[in-house]
């Protein structure tokens, strides 16, 4: 199984909702990773989880809150969301042998728009 | 801070010709990917370049990898219009203690024209 899946696959969230994002794979990877995508734009990396550990967050806002509950599964959990994040959000998975991480495989994504 | 620069970043080309898209980065990095993405989906691995003169085609794609001068290639050859997409590259490198992340280059979105 070489498959990244995300739940949901398109997301309308009012600004003072709460969803959650959700990002699952068998692949035994250790390495998991949160990006935003506008559009025509590259994906912007948000978090990386290593071993279930917060390795990176690139300055994110706190509205923005990631989860790693176990090895196979990345929650992205969102409050009081901005229209401006609107966005292509995508989870990526990636083999770490040796504290380096390799080849990452993406999921489709979660279409998101904040009204 | 790594910086990647891919050009062109607009691409308009006739079916079968050939043609080139550029990565630049600057920082010493071993390892360089590229990716295509067609509109509204997520991203495809299309290679991975692993080390210096690293070579690996796929139908009418061939990605190469110079290290030295910090530079990968995405060639086309005899384009057809179901390689119209956008073209990313992204290069490996270390971040904040050991972990690793991938900058990618601004894309090229590539039309193939009849």
């Known amino acids: 199984d070489t498959e990244v899946t995300q739940t949901p696959k398109h997301l309308v969230m009012g600004m003072t909702n709460k969803k959650s994002l959700k990002c699952e794979q068998h692949m035994g990877h250790r390495a998991m990773y949160w990006y935003k995508q506008k559009a025509k734009k590259p994906p912007e990396l948000m978090f990386v989880?290593?071993?279930?550990?917060?390795?990176i967050n690139e300055s994110v806002p706190s509205r923005f809150s990631p989860e790693c509950p176990n090895s196979s599964l990345l929650n992205l959990h969102l409050h009081a969301l901005q229209p401006e994040d609107s966005a292509l959000y995508l989870c990526?998975?990636?083999?770490?042998?040796?504290?380096?991480?390799?080849?990452?495989?993406f999921g489709p994504g979660t279409r998101l728009t904040v009204t | 801070e790594l910086k990647v620069e891919q050009n062109p970043l607009f691409l308009s080309m006739q079916e079968g010709k050939n043609y080139t898209i550029y990565c630049n980065y600057s920082?010493?990095?071993?390892?360089l990917y590229w990716y295509r993405q067609d509109p509204g989906k997520s991203l495809e691995s299309l290679f991975v370049?692993?080390?210096?003169?690293a070579v690996k085609q796929e139908g009418r794609l061939m990605a190469s990898l110079d290290t030295k001068a910090r530079l990968s290639t995405l060639h086309i050859t005899a384009a057809v219009h179901d390689l119209s997409a956008t073209y990313f590259c992204a290069v490996d490198s270390v971040s904040s203690g050991s972990a690793r992340q991938l900058t990618f280059g601004s894309g090229t979105q590539l039309t193939v024209l009849p």
């Open positions: 989880y290593s071993y279930e550990k917060l390795s």
């Open positions: 370049l692993l080390s210096n003169g």
């Open positions: 990526a998975s990636s083999q770490v042998l040796f504290r380096r991480a390799y080849e990452q495989y």
């Open positions: 920082t010493t990095s071993d390892r």
